[in-house]
């Protein structure tokens, strides 16, 4: 099993710890640390309805994050972890309009 611990929690697919900005709305916050843990750092609240959260954990879990929660949360960092993600949208979006 490849399973890391990360902060006491399990994030599968692999070894590369990596760290994230996310934006989300504050009503996600719970599922983001149900990820996470408590390694989550608030660094930025917006408006009344999103948050920027500091996230680490297994690059590949979150890049699984963002895609189950889909339009709910946007990665803003690092680069190539956004780009990652818009490769795996696009390619989902191929899939379905076939």
């Given at each position: 099993?490849?399973?890391?611990?990360?902060?006491?929690?399990f994030?599968?697919?692999?070894?590369?710890?990596?760290?994230?900005?996310?934006?989300?709305?504050?009503?996600?916050?719970?599922?983001?640390?149900?990820?996470?843990?408590?390694?989550?750092a608030?660094?930025?609240?917006?408006?009344?309805?999103?948050?920027?959260?500091?996230?680490?954990?297994?690059?590949n879990?979150?890049?699984?994050?963002?895609?189950?929660?889909?339009?709910?949360?946007?990665?803003?960092?690092?680069?190539?972890?956004?780009?990652?993600?818009?490769?795996?949208?696009?390619?989902?979006?191929?899939?379905?309009?076939?």
């Open positions: 099993m490849r399973d890391i611990i990360l902060g006491s929690r994030l599968q697919y692999d070894w590369k710890k990596a760290a994230a900005i996310i934006r989300l709305s504050k009503e996600r916050i719970g599922d983001v640390i149900d990820w996470f843990g408590k390694d989550v608030i660094l930025h609240e917006g408006d009344n309805e999103y948050i920027h959260v500091r996230v680490t954990g297994s690059d879990g979150i890049r699984m994050c963002a895609l189950q929660y889909g339009r709910l949360v946007e990665v803003i960092s690092p680069a190539e972890l956004r780009k990652a993600i818009r490769q795996d949208v696009a390619a989902i979006a191929e899939k379905y309009n076939q």
